[in-house]
Nanobody
């Protein structure tokens, strides 16, 4: 199985930027599609962004399209989420997730992912 560790969360003012990282270990990273999800207090966990095994396909939630960018480096076993123009409603715990397989399309549902990190808190102040 694969282990995932997120980092890069913190407190930022509205309009600011953060870059989340997710380091993977334990298996061949390029065999996994990756996703970022988030969960705000009192809400269900939701899809934010996803990337297929090669980085050739990405997908985003409508709420972050144009502001967030997901990327990966298979040589570094790492996936990133660059978050720009942050809004208070982006405040949540952000989770990195992995799905085994080399499909072309991006999986956007929570139950499509096999492995999860512990999460990193992102707080955006107004």
């Amino acid at each position: 199985q694969v282990q995932l560790v997120e980092s890069g969360g913190g407190l930022v003012q509205a309009g600011g930027s953060l870059r989340l990282s997710c380091a993977a270990s334990g298996r061949t990273f390029s065999n996994y599609a990756m996703g970022w999800f988030r969960q705000a207090p009192g809400q269900e966990r939701e899809f934010v962004a996803g990337i297929n095994w090669s980085g050739g396909s990405t997908d985003y939630a409508d709420s972050v399209q144009g502001r967030f960018t997901i990327s990966r480096d298979n040589a570094k076993n790492t996936v990133w989420l660059q978050m720009n123009s942050l809004k208070p409603e982006d405040t949540a715990v952000y989770y990195c997730a992995a799905r085994q397989g080399r499909r072309t399309t991006v999986v956007v549902t929570e139950d499509g992912y096999n492995y999860w990190g512990q999460g990193t808190q992102v707080t955006v102040s107004s």
